[in-house]
């Protein structure tokens, strides 16, 4: 077993996929910093909001105000210095704080593929992805034409996982037996040419797109591991997410997603695709370059070790949630960064009471005087932001000269096509309870059970 | 040859996944798709335009009414005028949550039902005679409220009041209040019945400008905010520290505020229903819609919450500011039932018919 390890790690492979892999990340995410600033996110979702909500032990984490704008510059910056690959350590290091730091600024809009993006661009700075056809290498007059195998491999053991374990999460009876939620969500894409109004409110239909979600989430993984049915596999990354894009307002997820798939293809591929972009260039590469065959990292036992407890941290946080006693869809203790993605169409209502703890004396709270619509939303249905609002607006009204300040909530919400029951107890006074990994015990019971993973 | 085996293998998983989820299906089965142009057509041809061209005429009585009475001030006149005004202030009630197309564009709510009136700038306006009705900054000094003031609040006892109107300054701005109102509604109602209704109930988009969408984001917003709220909420007091009775809707003529909040509520569960204005025919709405997706459990629990809401509201004095000011609770209790619907409506009905209530300006993966 040991050996077996050993002679893996001495694995060489050509470097013309990660190299490839480096700029198709770092030209969609350029697109992608592009394409928020365009649609006028920035402003709407981190500028705007008088409150951000922030994530459990990031709330140090400040907004920026108009200095936004200069941060995702930077972000769009090194993200096109990772596609060119000039100074690439230092860009994907400056890409990789960047962009966390602006997800980590409002968790309203987590989302599983920026925290995908995080993490795989947290990977890249261990990965020797300039070695190959780059600024780096054009400057150093030196490229290196292999690199070890398990390189590559993280790459793909990372998509991988989101895929294998988004497929283990839908492994419930809500997903399976009801087709929730597509069910609630497939009739309203009506609008759709040819097949809105022939198979979106279909039953079978809802059914077989639950199913075969399933099944490509759980399978597509060794399909494309596997040369012989990679191609077929590739077709079907493509006509998967291409569908869901065309259903879901997703962004840029699906094509993340296409360009990533590429990087199990074999060499000759990413060759191609490295002349055809050497031609688009011109004389790009006139100058004679030394090409050695192998580059072996120099702090070769310190990046593995790194990748083997990035790895372990991958495996099990999704499996965090076993720790806590409630069912995870309703208490959602343990739901994000888990590869829990179209899982459940969850809509609630929070009305919050401001008390005055000794004369009894209260008064309602218009969410809109706080929040922004997509805020209002979120955190409707989610405890942790119901829980940090709370706090927010306790401390809103305390230096407003209110005594005795306790906040209630009363809270319903609606998940996968249930009626809406009763969601946080109203008698709790949030402003006394305290964010924790604890399971919060001010969540009423679901009353319901949806078996599985 | 192996590449085409896994090819097929992978079609054949997806036809079992298929075949196999009709098997373990809950049995529910959704029906045809339904028809939105028939619920939209239904919405516009038997409920909305309807109601405002029973608007328009009662308010064409009342500016008939307003003509007798600046011509002859006397205290029979004042009276049919009040009653007119009551009368159109009531069918008013009905078509507020409509605030789509023209009555959108022109602010209609806006200028017809800003309450509490401004009196100070109703007086100023008055005595500088001096004033653009349009303009959104008299939104606070037109429309029924302002009107409300006019007729009850404008002095102490009626023969004061008609001494009031001895001023052709008082009976001008009457006037031109009235005959504004009139001319918006006017407006508004010619828009639906020569342009609007046929590009309404045809524009079926599931996008944030598709009249299902348009109309449902009007109607939920309606009943939250300036029905549960305003009509009932705010002057209740649970916004703010202290009850505040004079906020209440008809503040100055207060003996049947009441009937105008049971007007409201009538009407959203009408919509809701399908209700026809002008009979008891029930055709194609948000009911029947959840209907055809399933959902007759919300159906049942909207309509059982509207009633016990109905029950509550019916159970206050007809004077909502006396109500307020004397047991304040059961104004308490009318707006708990109130908001048991708005539960219903924002976190079921927009979640079952899927429909964005705001217009979500960002990216979503469902997590």
């Not at chain 2, 019945?193 to 299902?212: D, E, I, K, M």
């Amino acid at each position: 077993m040991k050996s077996k390890v050993k002679t893996y790690l001495t694995q060489t492979t050509s470097a013309a996929p990660l190299a490839v892999f480096r700029i198709g990340f770092g030209l969609m995410m350029l697109y992608g910093i592009v394409r928020y600033w365009l649609k006028g996110w920035i402003d709407t979702v981190y500028i705007q909001p008088k409150f951000h909500f922030k994530y459990y032990g990031f709330e140090w984490v400040k907004t920026l105000g108009d200095y936004t704008y200069l941060l995702f510059l930077i972000c769009g910056l090194s993200a096109f210095l990772v596609a060119i690959g000039y100074k690439y350590r230092l860009a994907i290091i400056t890409f990789f704080l960047s962009f966390t730091y602006i997800e980590l600024m409002e968790k309203t809009t987590y989302l599983n593929h920026y925290y995908f993006i995080s993490i795989l661009s947290f990977l890249m700075i261990f990965l020797p992805a300039e070695k190959y056809f780059s600024v780096d290498g054009y400057r150093n007059k030196i490229q290196y034409k292999n690199i070890p195998k398990w390189t590559t491999d993280s790459i793909k053991l990372l998509i991988g996982i989101v895929y294998f374990y988004a497929g283990l999460a839908k492994l419930n009876s809500d997903w399976l037996f009801k087709a929730q939620p597509l069910k609630t969500w497939l009739p309203s894409k009506y609008d759709i040419p040819f097949i809105g109004e022939s198979l979106m409110h279909q039953n079978w239909f809802h059914y077989a797109m639950s199913w075969s979600g399933m099944f490509y989430d759980l399978l597509i993984p060794f399909f494309l591991l596997y040369r012989k049915t990679r191609v077929v596999a590739f077709f079907f990354v493509v006509f998967f997410h291409v569908f869901t894009r065309v259903l879901f307002p997703i962004g840029m997820f699906p094509f993340v997603m296409i360009v990533s798939a590429l990087i199990f293809f074999d060499a000759d591929l990413h060759n191609k695709i490295i002349d055809s972009i050497r031609k688009l260039l011109g004389g790009f590469s006139a100058k004679a370059i030394e090409t050695k065959a192998v580059y072996r990292p120099k702090n070769r036992k310190l990046v593995l070790s790194i990748l083997a407890l990035f790895f372990t941290l991958q495996l099990l946080i999704p499996f965090r949630y076993l720790l806590y006693p409630n069912e995870l869809f309703w208490t959602e203790e343990g739901y994000r960064f888990s590869w829990r993605v179209m899982l459940m169409e969850k809509m609630g209502y929070a009305n919050f009471k401001i008390v005055n703890g000794e004369t009894g004396q209260f008064f309602y709270v218009d969410n809109q005087d706080f929040l922004t619509p997509l805020q209002e939303k979120q955190m409707s249905f989610q405890p942790d932001f119901i829980l940090e609002y709370a706090h927010y607006l306790g401390d809103h009204f305390k230096s407003q000269g209110h005594k005795n300040v306790e906040v209630y909530v009363e809270s319903y919400a609606a998940l996968n096509g249930r009626l809406s029951i009763p969601f946080i107890d109203k008698t709790v006074n949030l402003y006394a309870e305290k964010e924790s990994f604890k399971p919060k015990h001010w969540i009423l019971p679901f009353n319901d059970d949806i078996k599985g993973l | 040859m192996i590449k085409r085996i896994f090819g097929v293998v992978i079609v054949v998983l997806v036809v079992l996944a298929c075949t196999e989820s009709d098997d373990t299906g809950s049995g529910n089965t959704t029906n045809d798709t339904f028809d939105r142009v028939a619920m939209l057509t239904n919405i516009a041809d038997n409920i909305i335009i309807p109601a405002y061209q029973d608007l328009d005429a009662d308010l064409n009585t009342l500016v008939a009414s307003k003509n007798a009475f600046i011509t002859e001030v006397n205290q029979a006149n004042l009276e049919t005028l009040r009653t007119d005004w009551f009368t159109a202030y009531k069918t008013f009630q009905a078509v507020q949550m409509f605030q789509i197309g023209k009555a959108e564009e022109l602010f209609y709510k806006d200028r017809m039902n800003v309450y509490p009136t401004n009196t100070t700038l109703i007086e100023n306006n008055i005595s500088t005679g001096n004033y653009v009705l349009s303009n959104a900054s008299n939104n606070a000094a037109v429309g029924f409220p302002a009107v409300d003031y006019m007729l009850y609040g404008v002095a102490n006892d009626d023969v004061a009041i008609l001494n009031v109107y001895t001023n052709a300054n008082y009976i001008n701005y009457l006037s031109d209040v009235i005959d504004e109102m009139q001319s918006l509604t006017n407006s508004v109602l010619t828009d639906w019945t020569t342009n609007y209704r046929n590009s309404f109930v045809v524009n079926t988009a599931n996008v944030a400008s598709g009249s299902v969408n348009k109309l449902l984001n009007a109607y939920v917003f309606y009943y939250e905010k300036e029905l549960r709220a305003q009509k009932i909420g705010i002057p209740a007091g649970v916004f703010s520290t202290t009850p505040q009775p004079l906020l209440v809707e008809a503040v100055y003529k207060e003996d049947n505020s009441k009937e105008l909040v049971l007007e409201a509520l009538n009407t959203v569960q009408d919509v809701f229903n399908g209700k026809a204005y002008n009979s008891s025919n029930e055709g194609e709405s948000y009911k029947t819609y959840l209907v055809a997706l399933n959902r007759n459990d919300l159906v049942e629990v909207i309509n059982a919450r509207l009633d016990v809401a109905r029950q509550k509201v019916q159970a206050l004095n007809s004077n909502l500011k006396s109500q307020v000011e004397t047991d304040n609770t059961k104004m308490t209790e009318a707006y708990d039932a109130l908001q048991m619907v708005v539960v219903s409506l924002k976190s079921d009905m927009l979640s079952a018919l899927n429909v964005s209530y705001v217009v979500d300006p960002n990216d979503n993966d469902g997590d």
